[in-house]
């Protein structure tokens, strides 16, 4: 995730702690100072003071996320005027794949899904609403990446970050990801093939608005046996027709 140094370095040291426990989920004093860079002698009056505040909680030795993020993320989500607009829509492509659907946009250098629609089958796909996602390695983020400026790519992907590797699969040379993103753009629609998750694969299209750029991407997400590839362009193309009913909607 790209690092972001504002003129308020206390501010900027918090939001890196957050960051840091969104992906672990939990860690002690030492993993997070380490982990995160920062000045022993001045953690801990961070961490105690976003304890305080509710940002963080502290279980004996540990530190996670706390709840005062929870609610505010909760109600920055109910802000979002597409994610109601989406709503029925998700609905309606989950249930005609029988595939778990997902809404994201492009925050904070991440992709983060706003909207998450379960399938009705028995098969689970780990995700939630508020999820911050590889901008490489998922369909989602691909597609959030492809339509952007040339510098806002290398911006968000800075060469002094490698690309980690999840699984086999992913893709971890910058001149293969950037063809793939001309390929995407040129059909119009992203694949992820268990490149984040092994055994998990995703196709997702973009959202735009009345100017063409885009905005959001829809994505459906399955296991192997409910996307396989022969199966890929017919699935693709209901989540392109999804993005093109939730395009219009937004611009009118």
Not at 119 to 148: C, D, F, H, M, T
Not at 151 to 178: G, H, M, N
Request: aromatic content about 6%; glycine content about 6%; hydrophobic content about 40%.
């Amino acid at each position: 995730m790209k690092t972001i140094t504002t003129p308020v370095p206390a501010l900027d040291k918090a939001i890196r702690v957050c960051n840091f426990l969104a992906e672990k989920g939990n860690a002690t004093f030492s993993q997070i100072y380490l982990g995160v860079d920062l000045p022993k002698s001045s953690t801990s009056t961070l961490l105690n003071a976003m304890v305080a505040h509710g940002m963080l909680r502290q279980e004996r030795d540990k530190y996670s996320l706390g709840l005062l993020l929870f609610e505010l993320g909760n109600k920055a989500i109910q802000h979002f005027d597409i994610k109601t607009v989406a709503t029925p829509l998700l609905a309606e492509l989950r249930d005609s794949t029988n595939l778990t659907c997902h809404l994201g946009v492009l925050e904070g250098g991440a992709a983060i899904y706003l909207l998450k629609m379960e399938s009705p089958q028995a098969v689970v796909v780990r995700s939630w609403e508020g999820k911050r996602l590889s901008l490489y390695s998922s369909g989602l983020g691909k597609v959030l990446l492809a339509w952007q400026e040339e510098q806002e790519i290398d911006d968000l992907l800075p060469e002094s970050e490698p690309f980690t590797a999840y699984t086999e699969k992913t893709i971890t040379r910058r001149a293969i990801y950037k063809q793939q993103l001309a390929e995407i753009r040129q059909r119009g629609w992203a694949c992820d093939d268990e490149e984040d998750c092994i055994g998990v694969r995703c196709i997702s299209a973009p959202v735009r608005n009345a100017q063409g750029d885009v905005i959001a991407a829809i994505s459906v997400s399955g296991v192997l046996f409910q996307l396989p590839e022969e199966k890929w362009q017919e699935i693709a193309n209901q989540v392109q027709h999804t993005c093109s009913l939730l395009s219009t909607l937004i611009q009118a």
